[in-house]
């Protein structure tokens, strides 16, 4: 599975978690825009079976669901994450490990989740898919995030197309975006039916822009940025999202 693009996307990553921590990842989670995304989908997690976070990074998802009660264990590829991790909390399940092939029996689990991770593969989503549907039990519940081609990303593809600079995925590092109609079409190729396709983060979106709509900390948004979101999620919920929320369920 593994390319020159791939190898160096995981570079990439080590890179970024080199410079991260985990208590700023954790106030990320902990935010409106963040927490509203865990609140629409937590109802569907089971409580008495494990759940997977597949490239769980600093694991402060792992660690917020922990808190609320789910037997959630954390998985990456990026193992000086995981070392970050453990040093923030030495008890926490994790393990390292690739979504192509996770280091788990069949139907071995009740929930995958996966926040910002399918987008990276030049493949495609479809061979993480199937490693996801052969851990999960039947029935389980698979939970994503992805990002949408909103209208700022789409404006900003089309200047750098005008002006020949280079896109989002260079030689380094790749990442894509998917639509609602992509994102349904590739959980149903790999045997899941969608119950829920969400718009969210449009406060994020936002944050892109800078200026007024940037907070003091870590990757913060205003409350500017907040109040617009909010507004932008009634009004053109598909137009300014940063990413959409997928929940399915195993066939």
């Not at 280079?166 to 790999?190: C, G, I, M, P, W």
């Not at 936002?206 to 907070?215: I, N, R």
């Not at 940025?225 to 507004?231: L, Q």
């Amino acid at each position: 599975m593994t390319t020159e693009r791939y190898d160096t996307t995981r570079t990439a990553w080590e890179d970024i978690w080199q410079g991260a921590s985990v208590q700023a990842e954790l106030d990320i989670v902990q935010a409106e825009r963040s927490w509203q995304t865990i609140q629409a989908y937590m109802p569907y997690l089971p409580k008495d079976e494990w759940v997977l976070e597949a490239g769980s990074g600093l694991s402060a998802v792992v660690l917020t669901l922990r808190q609320r009660g789910y037997r959630v264990i954390g998985l990456d590829y990026a193992i000086n994450a995981l070392q970050k991790s453990r040093g923030y909390a030495p008890d926490l399940p994790l393990t390292a490990g690739d979504v192509h092939q996770l280091p788990l029996e069949d139907e071995s689990v009740g929930a995958y989740l996966s926040f910002g991770v399918l987008e990276h593969f030049e493949h495609g989503m479809q061979p993480a898919l199937h490693e996801a549907n052969r851990v999960l039990k039947q029935n389980g519940v698979i939970v994503l995030t992805i990002p949408y081609p909103n209208v700022v990303y789409r404006l900003v593809q089309l200047k750098r197309y005008l002006l020949n600079e280079t896109t989002l995925t260079d030689e380094d590092f790749y990442e894509s975006t998917y639509t609602r109609a992509a994102l349904v079409s590739n959980l149903h190729q790999a045997g899941f039916r969608v119950l829920l396709a969400q718009p969210t983060s449009h406060a994020f979106t936002l944050w892109g822009l800078g200026g007024p709509f940037h907070g003091t900390g870590y990757y913060e948004t205003s409350r500017l940025a907040d109040r617009a979101g909010a507004a932008l999620a009634e009004v053109l919920p598909w137009a300014f999202n940063f990413s959409t929320l997928i929940v399915a369920r195993k066939r």
